[in-house]
C-alpha cells in the first residue's frame, strides 16, 4: 500500500523548498517515520541529497518522459513506508509549452496525477500581508491540484510574521511554519545546481541542523496529517532493458549523473552493474558486456583525465569489441578534447571526434526527444528515446555520424544530434525513459 503524500513546491527555484525537503525529510525520520523521496522532474543531484538524509532511495517522477502507467511503478518505491514527500522542480506550474507522455513535466502535474496536496514554500522577504494574495493564487490555479497550505520562509522577525501570518488567515491559506534566514544549512552550489552530495564534506552537519531546525519551525504533526492518499493504484514498474547483462558504469566525482530508477530497472531485469573510476585511471572492467559513461563534471577534472593513460587505453581496447556510450559529461570525455574555461585543452579519450569548449559558456537547456538512426546499448535503430539536457559546453567540432535525430519539447530540431563512430555513441541529453 502506498502511503499518503505531500509535494513541496514553491512559486519559483531559489525559494528554499531543497532546504525544507530536507529538513522534514531529517526531522520526519528523527521522530521514527520511515519517509520515501521522490524528486519531480529531471534532476539528478537533489535525489542523492534525498537518499543521504532519508536512508531510502529517491526516483524521478516525470511528467514529460514518463507516463502514468511509468510513474504508478516507480511510485511503488514507497511500499512500506509511512509518508511520502516529493520535491517539486522550479515553480508549481512551471513546465514545457507542449505536454509529453503524462504532462508538461510541472510539478503540478505529479500532484493532480498522484493526489499529493502542495506545501508551498513561501519566500516572503519584502511584503507582508501581499504573500497571502500569492498563496491564494497557487490554491485556486489549476482544479485538481490542492494547496494544503505554506511555509514561510526567509521571515525577518516577529511583526513580520504576525503580519504574514495574518494576510493568510483572511485568505484562508493554512500556515504550518516560518523560518527565518539559516545561512548555516544551506548546500554550496556551482552551475548546474548544487554541489553533489558526496562532494559536501558538511553534509551531515547540514542534515542534523536542518532536522532540527525545521522541527523546531515546522507543525510537524499537522503536516504529517495534511498528506494525502495516493490516486495511483501500485504497480509492478516498466521493463528497462539494461545495455548489458555486466555493465562497466563510469562512476566518482567526475561521472555520476544517471537516473536512479535506471540503475534500479537494470538490476531488476538481471544486470550486474561493475562500477570503474575514471579520476583514479581505472579502466572499464574486461569482462563487462558494454560500457557506460555517465555525465558529470569532466570539464572540472581535465587534467586528471588527460593524464589518466590506463583508463583511456582500456577504454580503447574496451570499445574495439564492445560497446561503449556516453551522456554528455561522459559523452564529451569520449571525444577528442575539453577545452575548460581558462582555453586549457585537454586530451580526451578520442572513441569520437568530439571537440568541446568551456571557454564561453552558453546554457543548454530543456527536455529532448530523439529518435535513434542507430543502435546504442539497450536500444535499437528507430527508438524513439525522451531525456533531458543541461550542460554549458560548446561543440567546436562534432565530425563522426549523427547518432539521432533530436528535437526539442516544442518539436524544434536541436544540433546537439549525439555521434557514433564503430561501436562508441554519445549524447548530450540525458535518457529518462523510452517514448511509447
Known amino acids: 500500500m502506498i502511503p499518503p503524500g505531500l509535494i513541496i513546491s514553491a512559486p519559483a527555484s531559489g525559494t528554499g523548498k531543497t532546504t525544507v525537503m530536507l529538513g522534514l525529510l531529517a526531522a520526519f525520520r528523527a521522530a521514527g517515520l520511515a519517509v520515501q ?17 532519508s536512508g531510502r ?23 512500506g513506508a509511512d509518508l511520502v514527500l516529493a520535491e517539486g522542480s522550479m515553480g508549481l506550474f512551471d513546465g514545457v509549452a507542449r505536454a509529453g507522455e503524462a504532462g508538461t513535466g510541472a510539478s503540478a502535474d505529479l500532484a493532480a496525477l498522484t493526489g499529493w496536496p502542495v506545501l508551498l514554500v513561501l519566500d516572503v522577504s519584502g511584503q507582508a500581508q501581499s504573500a497571502a494574495a500569492v498563496a491564494r493564487g497557487f490554491a485556486t490555479m489549476r482544479p485538481g491540484v490542492v494547496l494544503a497550505g505554506v511555509v514561510l520562509n526567509r521571515v525577518a522577525s516577529p511583526r513580520h510574521e504576525a503580519l504574514v501570518r495574518a494576510g493568510m488567515e483572511a485568505a484562508g491559506i493554512t500556515v504550518f511554519g516560518a523560518l527565518p534566514r539559516n545561512p548555516g544549512i544551506s548546500v554550496p552550489e556551482r552551475h548546474l545546481g548544487l554541489l553533489q552530495a558526496e562532494e559536501t564534506p558538511e553534509l551531515d552537519r547540514i542534515i ?11 507543525d510537524l504533526p499537522a503536516l504529517r496529517a495534511a498528506a494525502g492518499t495516493t490516486r495511483l493504484a501500485a504497480q509492478a514498474p516498466r521493463r528497462i532493458t539494461p545495455p548489458g547483462q555486466r555493465i562497466a558504469l563510469a562512476r566518482d566525482a567526475a561521472f555520476s549523473f544517471v537516473y536512479p530508477h535506471l540503475i534500479d530497472g537494470w538490476r531488476r531485469a538481471g544486470a550486474e552493474i561493475r562500477p570503474f573510476s575514471p579520476l583514479a585511471d581505472e579502466a572499464p572492467d574486461k569482462d563487462a558486456d558494454c560500457c557506460w559513461l555517465a ?40 571525444g577528442e578534447a575539453i577545452v575548460d574555461r581558462d582555453g586549457h585543452r585537454h586530451e580526451m579519450a578520442g572513441l569520437l571526434g568530439l571537440v568541446t569548449s568551456f571557454e564561453k559558456r552558453r546554457m543548454h537547456l530543456g527536455y529532448r526527444l530523439a529518435e535513434l538512426a542507430a543502435a546504442i546499448p539497450g536500444h535499437r535503430p528507430g527508438a524513439r528515446l525522451r531525456g533531458h539536457e543541461f550542460h554549458y559546453s560548446t561543440i567546436l567540432l562534432q565530425p563522426d555520424m549523427p547518432l539521432a535525430r533530436v528535437v526539442d519539447a516544442t518539436g524544434e530540431a536541436v544540433p ?13 541529453f540525458h535518457l529518462i525513459a523510452e517514448a511509447t
Open 416 to 428: 546537439e544530434t549525439g555521434s557514433r563512430r564503430g561501436r562508441a555513441t554519445g549524447t548530450f
Open 208 to 218: 542534523v541542523e536542518a532536522g532540527a531546525f525545521i522541527a523546531t519551525s515546522l
Open 57 to 79: 532511495a529517491s526516483l524521478n517522477l516525470d511528467s514529460w518522459a514518463m507516463g502514468g502507467a511509468e510513474i504508478a511503478g516507480h511510485i511503488a518505491a514507497a511500499e
Open 295 to 334: 555525465g558529470g563534471y569532466p570539464e572540472l577534472h581535465g587534467p586528471a583525465l588527460a593524464s589518466a593513460g590506463r583508463f583511456r587505453q582500456g577504454l580503447r581496447r574496451f570499445a574495439e569489441t564492445r560497446p561503449v556510450h556516453g551522456e554528455c559529461g561522459g559523452y564529451m570525455a569520449m
Open 37 to 53: 523521496p521522490f524528486k519531480s522532474g529531471p534532476d539528478y543531484i537533489d535525489p542523492a541529497f534525498h537518499r543521504a538524509t
